[in-house]
Protein backbone atom coordinates (compact mmCIF):
# COMPACT_ATOMS: atom_id res chain seq x y z
CA UNK A 1 0.00 0.00 0.00
CA UNK A 2 2.77 2.70 0.80
CA UNK A 3 4.63 1.81 -2.63
CA UNK A 4 1.53 2.51 -4.43
CA UNK A 5 0.80 5.81 -2.94
CA UNK A 6 4.62 6.33 -3.19
CA UNK A 7 4.52 5.37 -7.24
CA UNK A 8 1.30 7.48 -8.23
CA UNK A 9 -1.88 8.74 -7.19
CA UNK A 10 -4.69 5.70 -6.83
CA UNK A 11 -7.71 6.41 -9.42
CA UNK A 12 -11.58 5.86 -8.33
CA UNK A 13 -11.07 1.98 -8.86
CA UNK A 14 -8.13 1.86 -6.68
CA UNK A 15 -5.83 1.25 -9.31
CA UNK A 16 -2.77 3.83 -8.88
CA UNK A 17 -1.46 6.02 -11.83
CA UNK A 18 2.17 5.83 -12.01
CA UNK A 19 3.44 9.11 -11.36
CA UNK A 20 5.17 9.92 -15.42
CA UNK A 21 1.77 9.40 -16.97
CA UNK A 22 0.09 11.89 -14.16
CA UNK A 23 3.35 14.62 -15.48
CA UNK A 24 1.88 14.09 -19.11
CA UNK A 25 -1.84 14.29 -18.18
CA UNK A 26 -1.24 17.41 -15.70
CA UNK A 27 1.97 18.70 -17.62
CA UNK A 28 0.10 20.58 -20.28
CA UNK A 29 -2.53 22.51 -18.53
CA UNK A 30 0.12 23.01 -15.55
CA UNK A 31 2.31 24.11 -18.27
CA UNK A 32 -0.11 26.49 -19.74
CA UNK A 33 -1.34 28.18 -16.43
CA UNK A 34 1.84 28.63 -14.85
CA UNK A 35 3.52 30.65 -18.03
CA UNK A 36 0.29 33.05 -18.09
CA UNK A 37 0.31 33.27 -14.40
CA UNK A 38 4.37 33.52 -13.63
CA UNK A 39 4.67 35.12 -16.93
CA UNK A 40 2.33 37.53 -16.28
CA UNK A 41 4.07 38.32 -12.57
CA UNK A 42 6.86 38.62 -13.96
CA UNK A 43 6.40 41.35 -16.67
CA UNK A 44 4.11 43.20 -13.71
CA UNK A 45 7.34 43.14 -11.87
CA UNK A 46 9.58 44.64 -14.34
CA UNK A 47 6.90 47.33 -15.66
CA UNK A 48 6.48 48.52 -11.63
CA UNK A 49 9.86 48.22 -11.34
CA UNK A 50 10.28 50.90 -14.88
CA UNK A 51 11.19 48.74 -17.14
CA UNK A 52 9.80 50.11 -20.14
CA UNK A 53 12.07 49.57 -23.43
CA UNK A 54 9.55 50.83 -26.14
CA UNK A 55 9.42 54.28 -23.59
CA UNK A 56 12.62 54.96 -23.27
CA UNK A 57 12.99 53.27 -19.58
CA UNK A 58 15.71 50.26 -19.52
CA UNK A 59 16.61 50.89 -15.99
CA UNK A 60 14.85 49.22 -13.01
CA UNK A 61 14.28 51.68 -10.09
CA UNK A 62 11.67 50.94 -7.30
CA UNK A 63 10.69 54.59 -7.11
CA UNK A 64 7.07 53.66 -8.05
CA UNK A 65 6.68 51.14 -5.43
CA UNK A 66 8.50 53.93 -2.73
CA UNK A 67 5.75 56.94 -4.34
CA UNK A 68 2.60 54.02 -3.39
CA UNK A 69 4.22 53.43 0.05
CA UNK A 70 4.49 57.44 0.66
CA UNK A 71 1.27 58.30 -0.87
CA UNK A 72 -0.88 59.62 2.30
CA UNK A 73 -3.71 57.82 0.59
CA UNK A 74 -2.37 54.28 0.80
CA UNK A 75 -3.74 53.91 4.46
CA UNK A 76 -6.81 55.17 4.07
CA UNK A 77 -7.35 52.87 0.89
CA UNK A 78 -6.02 49.76 2.54
CA UNK A 79 -7.93 50.45 5.60
CA UNK A 80 -11.47 50.93 3.24
CA UNK A 81 -10.46 47.85 1.39
CA UNK A 82 -9.55 45.95 4.67
CA UNK A 83 -12.88 47.53 6.28
CA UNK A 84 -15.05 45.93 3.32
CA UNK A 85 -13.50 42.65 2.58
CA UNK A 86 -13.31 41.77 6.50
CA UNK A 87 -16.82 42.70 7.57
CA UNK A 88 -18.63 41.14 4.52
CA UNK A 89 -16.44 37.93 5.32
CA UNK A 90 -17.21 38.07 9.28
CA UNK A 91 -21.21 38.77 8.44
CA UNK A 92 -21.33 35.66 5.90
CA UNK A 93 -19.24 33.61 8.06
CA UNK A 94 -21.68 34.23 10.94
CA UNK A 95 -24.64 34.06 9.18
CA UNK A 96 -23.29 30.89 7.12
CA UNK A 97 -22.84 28.76 10.78
CA UNK A 98 -26.29 29.93 11.80
CA UNK A 99 -27.81 28.63 8.56
CA UNK A 100 -25.82 25.90 8.58
CA UNK A 101 -26.56 24.79 11.61
CA UNK A 102 -30.62 25.39 10.81
CA UNK A 103 -30.19 23.59 7.04
CA UNK A 104 -28.33 20.16 8.55
CA UNK A 105 -31.00 17.99 9.26
CA UNK A 106 -33.33 19.31 6.16
CA UNK A 107 -30.48 19.02 3.78
CA UNK A 108 -30.01 15.63 4.67
CA UNK A 109 -33.41 14.69 3.63
CA UNK A 110 -33.84 16.91 0.75
CA UNK A 111 -31.46 18.23 -2.54
CA UNK A 112 -33.64 21.14 -2.63
CA UNK A 113 -31.51 23.28 -0.14
CA UNK A 114 -28.64 22.63 -1.46
CA UNK A 115 -30.03 22.99 -5.14
CA UNK A 116 -31.08 26.45 -3.21
CA UNK A 117 -27.96 27.55 -2.02
CA UNK A 118 -25.80 26.69 -5.32
CA UNK A 119 -28.44 29.50 -7.17
CA UNK A 120 -26.37 32.56 -6.36
CA UNK A 121 -22.85 30.43 -6.55
CA UNK A 122 -23.98 30.62 -10.71
CA UNK A 123 -24.84 34.41 -10.81
CA UNK A 124 -22.20 36.60 -11.37
CA UNK A 125 -20.91 39.33 -8.88
CA UNK A 126 -21.13 42.02 -11.53
CA UNK A 127 -25.35 40.93 -12.02
CA UNK A 128 -25.88 41.16 -8.35
CA UNK A 129 -23.85 44.77 -8.47
CA UNK A 130 -26.30 46.26 -10.90
CA UNK A 131 -29.11 44.86 -9.46
CA UNK A 132 -28.09 46.56 -5.84
CA UNK A 133 -27.90 49.68 -8.51
CA UNK A 134 -31.37 49.47 -9.61
CA UNK A 135 -32.82 48.26 -6.22
CA UNK A 136 -31.29 50.32 -3.57
CA UNK A 137 -30.82 53.72 -5.08
CA UNK A 138 -32.57 56.56 -3.82
CA UNK A 139 -33.98 56.63 -7.20
CA UNK A 140 -34.38 52.80 -7.23
CA UNK A 141 -37.12 50.54 -7.62
CA UNK A 142 -37.13 50.12 -3.74
CA UNK A 143 -37.47 53.93 -3.02
CA UNK A 144 -40.32 54.32 -5.50
CA UNK A 145 -42.15 51.28 -4.44
CA UNK A 146 -42.07 52.93 -0.88
CA UNK A 147 -42.92 56.51 -1.94
CA UNK A 148 -45.52 55.22 -3.97
CA UNK A 149 -47.13 53.43 -0.85
CA UNK A 150 -46.96 56.20 1.12
CA UNK A 151 -43.95 55.16 3.39
CA UNK A 152 -41.70 57.55 2.46
CA UNK A 153 -42.31 61.13 1.62
CA UNK A 154 -40.36 61.02 -1.62
CA UNK A 155 -38.21 58.36 -3.09
CA UNK A 156 -34.88 61.11 -3.21
CA UNK A 157 -35.57 60.72 1.17
CA UNK A 158 -34.51 57.04 0.74
CA UNK A 159 -31.19 56.18 2.87
CA UNK A 160 -27.86 56.36 0.50
CA UNK A 161 -27.11 52.38 0.77
CA UNK A 162 -25.04 52.87 -2.74
CA UNK A 163 -21.99 55.25 -2.67
CA UNK A 164 -21.73 55.65 0.96
CA UNK A 165 -19.23 56.08 3.24
CA UNK A 166 -19.60 52.89 4.75
CA UNK A 167 -20.21 50.72 1.66
CA UNK A 168 -23.28 49.18 2.52
CA UNK A 169 -24.36 48.59 -1.07
CA UNK A 170 -20.81 46.77 -1.83
CA UNK A 171 -21.31 44.75 1.48
CA UNK A 172 -24.48 43.92 0.30
CA UNK A 173 -23.51 42.14 -2.58
CA UNK A 174 -20.61 40.24 -1.14
CA UNK A 175 -22.65 38.90 1.72
CA UNK A 176 -25.12 37.60 -0.38
CA UNK A 177 -22.96 36.33 -3.04
CA UNK A 178 -20.70 34.32 -0.84
CA UNK A 179 -22.98 33.11 2.13
CA UNK A 180 -24.32 29.82 -0.17
CA UNK A 181 -20.44 29.40 -0.65
CA UNK A 182 -19.72 29.18 3.21
CA UNK A 183 -22.89 27.53 4.13
CA UNK A 184 -22.13 24.75 1.43
CA UNK A 185 -18.29 24.15 3.27
CA UNK A 186 -19.96 24.16 6.58
CA UNK A 187 -22.81 21.62 5.83
CA UNK A 188 -20.03 18.93 4.17
CA UNK A 189 -18.48 18.75 7.57
CA UNK A 190 -22.03 19.29 9.50
CA UNK A 191 -23.05 15.99 7.82
CA UNK A 192 -20.00 14.13 8.47
CA UNK A 193 -19.81 14.95 12.01
CA UNK A 194 -22.58 12.65 12.51
CA UNK A 195 -24.75 12.77 15.68
CA UNK A 196 -22.94 10.48 18.12
CA UNK A 197 -20.62 13.44 19.68
CA UNK A 198 -23.80 15.57 20.67
CA UNK A 199 -25.61 12.25 21.74
CA UNK A 200 -23.13 11.85 24.19
CA UNK A 201 -22.56 15.51 25.34
CA UNK A 202 -26.60 15.54 25.71
CA UNK A 203 -26.18 12.35 27.54
CA UNK A 204 -23.54 13.76 29.90
CA UNK A 205 -26.25 16.58 30.68
CA UNK A 206 -24.46 19.60 28.28
CA UNK A 207 -27.25 21.69 27.31
CA UNK A 208 -27.54 23.05 23.54
CA UNK A 209 -25.05 26.14 23.77
CA UNK A 210 -22.49 24.05 25.66
CA UNK A 211 -22.66 20.92 22.83
CA UNK A 212 -22.69 24.38 20.03
CA UNK A 213 -19.64 25.83 21.99
CA UNK A 214 -17.29 22.60 23.09
CA UNK A 215 -18.30 19.79 20.10
CA UNK A 216 -19.67 21.81 16.88
CA UNK A 217 -17.29 25.20 16.69
CA UNK A 218 -14.20 22.68 17.22
CA UNK A 219 -14.78 20.65 14.70
CA UNK A 220 -16.64 23.32 11.75
CA UNK A 221 -14.07 25.99 13.08
CA UNK A 222 -10.88 25.12 10.71
CA UNK A 223 -13.27 24.82 7.53
CA UNK A 224 -14.61 28.08 8.80
CA UNK A 225 -11.51 29.51 9.16
CA UNK A 226 -10.64 28.03 5.82
CA UNK A 227 -13.35 28.87 3.69
CA UNK A 228 -13.43 32.97 5.58
CA UNK A 229 -9.76 33.22 3.99
CA UNK A 230 -10.57 32.17 0.79
CA UNK A 231 -13.99 35.03 0.99
CA UNK A 232 -10.93 37.42 2.42
CA UNK A 233 -9.09 37.20 -0.38
CA UNK A 234 -11.70 37.56 -3.13
CA UNK A 235 -13.31 40.26 -1.62
CA UNK A 236 -10.20 42.43 -1.01
CA UNK A 237 -8.71 42.18 -4.75
CA UNK A 238 -12.48 42.16 -6.36
CA UNK A 239 -12.56 45.13 -8.68
CA UNK A 240 -16.16 45.42 -10.42
CA UNK A 241 -18.50 45.65 -7.18
CA UNK A 242 -16.44 48.39 -5.52
CA UNK A 243 -16.37 50.16 -9.01
CA UNK A 244 -19.76 50.06 -9.59
CA UNK A 245 -21.11 50.85 -5.91
CA UNK A 246 -18.29 52.55 -3.71
CA UNK A 247 -17.57 55.96 -3.86
CA UNK A 248 -15.01 58.11 -5.93
CA UNK A 249 -13.13 59.04 -2.53
CA UNK A 250 -11.56 57.26 -0.91
CA UNK A 251 -10.89 54.50 -3.11
CA UNK A 252 -10.69 50.45 -2.72
CA UNK A 253 -7.24 49.31 -3.53
CA UNK A 254 -8.32 47.36 -6.63
CA UNK A 255 -9.97 50.53 -8.29
CA UNK A 256 -7.18 53.02 -7.23
CA UNK A 257 -5.23 50.58 -9.00
CA UNK A 258 -7.48 50.53 -12.22
CA UNK A 259 -7.87 53.93 -12.20
CA UNK A 260 -4.24 55.01 -12.17
CA UNK A 261 -3.21 52.15 -14.69
CA UNK A 262 -6.16 53.46 -17.02
CA UNK A 263 -4.67 56.91 -16.66
CA UNK A 264 -4.05 59.10 -19.79
CA UNK A 265 -0.47 59.63 -18.32
CA UNK A 266 1.24 56.47 -19.26
CA UNK A 267 4.03 57.09 -16.93
CA UNK A 268 1.72 56.73 -14.44
CA UNK A 269 1.05 52.72 -15.61
CA UNK A 270 4.22 51.31 -13.07
CA UNK A 271 2.65 52.99 -9.98
CA UNK A 272 -0.66 51.22 -10.83
CA UNK A 273 1.07 48.28 -11.11
CA UNK A 274 2.39 48.60 -8.37
CA UNK A 275 -0.97 48.42 -6.44
CA UNK A 276 -1.94 45.66 -8.42
CA UNK A 277 1.37 43.38 -7.06
CA UNK A 278 0.39 44.75 -3.26
CA UNK A 279 -3.13 43.40 -3.42
CA UNK A 280 -1.92 40.27 -4.93
CA UNK A 281 0.79 39.77 -2.22
CA UNK A 282 -1.73 39.77 0.12
CA UNK A 283 -4.25 37.67 -1.50
CA UNK A 284 -1.28 34.86 -1.46
CA UNK A 285 -0.64 35.60 2.15
CA UNK A 286 -4.32 34.95 2.54
CA UNK A 287 -4.68 32.07 0.20
CA UNK A 288 -1.32 30.80 1.74
CA UNK A 289 -3.09 30.50 5.07
CA UNK A 290 -6.21 29.28 4.03
CA UNK A 291 -4.14 26.10 2.83
CA UNK A 292 -2.27 25.66 6.01
CA UNK A 293 -5.28 25.75 7.54
CA UNK A 294 -6.87 22.92 5.53
CA UNK A 295 -3.26 20.67 5.35
CA UNK A 296 -3.24 20.94 9.12
CA UNK A 297 -7.49 19.52 9.13
CA UNK A 298 -6.26 16.90 6.82
CA UNK A 299 -2.99 15.94 9.01
CA UNK A 300 -4.95 16.00 12.71
CA UNK A 301 -7.61 13.65 10.71
CA UNK A 302 -4.99 11.12 9.25
CA UNK A 303 -3.65 10.92 13.03
CA UNK A 304 -7.22 9.62 13.52
Not at 16 to 24: E, K, Q, S, T, W
Request: proline residues 6%.
Amino acid sequence: MNGSRASGTAVPDGRPVPAGRLVILLGPAVLVVGLLFVGGLVLGVLQALGYAPGQGAASLTVEHFRRVLVDPELFTSFALTFYIAATSTIIAGLVSVALALTLVSLESRSRMVSFLLQIPLTVPHLVIAIAVLFLLTPSGLVARALSSLGLLAEAASFPLLVNDRFGIGILAVYVWKEIPFITLMLLAVLKNMGKELLEAGATLRANARQRFFHITLPIITPVLAASGLIVFAFTFGAFEVPYLLGRTHPLLLPVWSYRTYSDIDLLARPEGIAIGLLIAAIIIIAVGCSQMVLTLVRYREGER
